[in-house]
């Protein structure tokens, strides 16, 4: 079982930065690859970064790739998301994900724990 929490959430200006934070329990985390998705209002939720249990492979969504940044700390059980340039358009909730299947960890129906999110919102 693993349980996780999301924090960093706000309200920023256009071209602002945050940095989501998503605290783990449990003694198995390392070993979960970890995500992050996001869900606008009245859209469906969509992935949005993702890194493996072992540091070395990360993937992103298009639409945040060279303005977002994943990274964890298994010592610390959490996973980052600094979010540079942000838009308008990122307005959403984020959401903390953990998949034991790296094949499934970047699609919704696969996740095997979420978190409860954490609201961004970016004014223009």
């Known amino acids: 079982q693993v349980q996780l929490a999301e924090s960093g959430g706000g309200l920023v200006q256009a071209g602002g930065s945050l940095r989501l934070s998503c605290a783990a329990s449990?003694?198995?985390?390392?070993?979960?690859?970890m995500g992050w998705f996001r869900q606008a209002p009245g859209k469906e939720r969509e992935f949005v970064a993702a890194?493996?249990?072992?540091?070395?492979?990360?993937s992103y969504a298009d639409s945040v790739k060279g303005r977002f940044t994943i990274s964890r700390d298994n010592a610390k059980n959490t996973v980052y998301l600094q979010m540079n340039s942000l838009k308008p358009e990122d307005t959403a909730v984020y959401y903390c994900a953990a998949d034991q299947s790296w094949s499934t960890v970047g699609a919704v129906k696969g996740i095997d724990y979420w978190g409860k999110g954490t609201l961004v919102t970016v004014s223009s």
């Open positions: 890194i493996s249990w072992s540091v070395g492979i990360i």
């Open positions: 449990g003694r198995t985390f390392s070993r979960y690859h």
